[in-house]
């Protein structure tokens, strides 16, 4: 047997596992970077968060990124170099972490990689039928692999499309083994760039759950605030709370199909950014209200399409358990919105579940990987948009 493979297997086969979930999102803000220690597998599976951290982008890092983002027409020999380039920066980043935490990384057993979504393109979205459905994130694994030393397993989404799916989102997998619970109805409610929940019932039967993507987050107000204030983002929601909801903006910006679908359903910056914001002042001639009062409307949209869509899943008055995750949840405007909207239900975040909310999605990734090396695909029936299958491609160091 190749000496890669058998370490493979030894270290696949242990008692207790280290291993490093990474997560970059929409936003851009940062490497996600959460250790891990994984016991078992499946329903049985016991995760605990070590360290975590959020590893800083250079502005200049940032630049190159958005320069190939969410575009449909791009510099390709840029896509390429930037493939290698996003992996070689979060391999130092790891690196560095490890070195500050205190950690060889002989130590770290595996990493799990989401990479960098640079392009999502749904069906739903992009509406050409001689084409699926397709994504794309980069940061190559092998090279992760080789600048760390470190078994990496990335490039999660592909297999869930080719099994059926639509590559996002994948939550509903690790929210399963995490966080269902006997008697408790739970929705998982992460809100990154985009905005997506998973409905955990209580039965704790897998064929009843789904997870779907909303509509937008953070990323319609964080490409406001970039743009006309030269701020990351909105903190605290400072700009929207000096400005007033525009009813009539509103109404446009909710004015697209992507919200009469059925869940389970995906989005992404490629739908939802200033061009689409554009066309809604234009539509609404609200082109020039003032720019606080703009990021106030923004600020409403995301919180109308997460409440809109739980209340069409739910019922208009849904007495649920929302467990809160992202940037978004940060927001106080954004949550204070979504209290009043969903009144009957009990907001929470998952610091009361023993995962730091900001760590969340990186230890997502940790499940999956740990599911793909130790586990099983679960069998979630043949539930539309959640295929049951074991995802992440794996590069090894040598």
Same mark, same amino acid.
């Given at each position: 047997m190749n000496t890669q493979l058998q370490n493979l297997y030894l270290k696949a086969n242990k008692a207790e596992r280290l291993i490093i979930g990474l997560m970059s999102g929409t936003s851009m803000d940062g490497l996600d970077i959460a250790l891990c220690s994984v016991k078992n597998s499946g329903a049985n599976t016991d995760i605990k968060v070590l360290k975590f951290k959020t590893g800083d982008y250079t502005d200049d890092f940032r630049a190159k990124v958005k320069a190939i983002f969410s575009k449909k027409e791009v510099d390709l020999q840029l896509v390429c170099l930037m493939n290698e380039l996003v992996a070689i920066?979060?391999?130092?980043?790891?690196? =560095? /972490?490890?070195?500050?935490?205190?950690?060889?990384?002989?130590?770290? +057993?595996? &990493? !799990?990689?989401?990479?960098?979504? #640079?392009?999502?393109?749904?069906?739903?979205?992009?509406?050409? =039928? /001689?084409?699926?459905?397709?994504?794309?994130?980069?940061?190559?694994? +092998?090279? &992760? !692999?080789?600048?760390?030393?470190? #078994?990496?397993?990335?490039?999660?989404?592909?297999?869930?499309?080719? /099994?059926?799916?639509?590559?996002?989102?994948?939550?509903?997998?690790? +929210?399963?083994?995490?966080?269902?619970?006997?008697?408790?109805?739970?929705?998982?409610?992460?809100?990154?760039?985009?905005?997506?929940?998973?409905?955990?019932?209580?039965?704790?039967?897998?064929?009843?759950?789904?997870?779907?993507?909303?509509?937008?987050?953070?990323?319609?107000?964080?490409?406001?605030?970039?743009?006309?204030?030269?701020?990351?983002?909105?903190?605290?929601?400072?700009?929207?709370?000096?400005?007033?909801?525009?009813?009539?903006?509103?109404?446009?910006?909710?004015?697209?199909d992507f919200f009469d679908l059925d869940v389970p359903k995906t989005t992404g910056p490629e739908l939802f950014n200033l061009d689409y914001l554009s066309k809604a002042q234009q539509k609404s001639s609200t082109v020039n209200i003032k720019q606080e009062d703009v990021m106030a409307t923004l600020c409403h949209f995301s919180a109308e399409t997460i409440a809109n869509q739980i209340k069409v899943c739910f019922g208009n008055e849904p007495a649920l358990k929302i467990y809160m995750s992202g940037g978004g949840m940060h927001n106080p405007l954004l949550v204070d919105i979504l209290k009043v909207r969903l009144s009957h239900s009990e907001f929470l975040d998952t610091n009361s579940l023993n995962i730091n909310p900001d760590a969340k999605e990186a230890v997502l990734f940790t499940v999956l990987a740990n599911e793909t090396l130790c586990g099983s695909p679960i069998n979630f029936g043949d539930r539309k948009g959640i295929p049951s299958v074991c995802m992440g491609k794996i590069s090894l160091p040598e």
């Open positions: 920066t979060h391999a130092e980043l790891i690196n =560095e /972490a490890l070195k500050e935490w205190g950690y060889e990384n002989t130590e770290i +057993d595996f &990493i !799990a990689s989401h990479g960098q979504t #640079i392009f999502h393109a749904p069906k739903s979205l992009h509406k050409m =039928e /001689a084409y699926p459905t397709g994504t794309l994130q980069i940061g190559d694994g +092998d090279h &992760i !692999a080789v600048k760390t030393g470190i #078994i990496t397993l990335s490039d999660f989404r592909q297999k869930h499309i080719a /099994a059926g799916g639509d590559g996002a989102p994948l939550a509903v997998y690790g +929210d399963y083994l995490m966080f269902s619970k006997s008697g408790e109805d739970r929705i998982m409610l992460n809100i990154g760039g985009i905005a997506n929940f998973t409905y955990l019932p209580g039965n704790l039967k897998a064929s009843e759950i789904f997870s779907t993507d909303v509509g937008p987050g953070n990323t319609l107000m964080d490409q406001y605030a970039q743009k006309y204030y030269n701020l990351f983002y909105d903190k605290n929601a400072e700009i929207a709370l000096s400005g007033t909801l525009n009813e009539d903006l509103l109404a446009a910006l909710l004015n697209d």
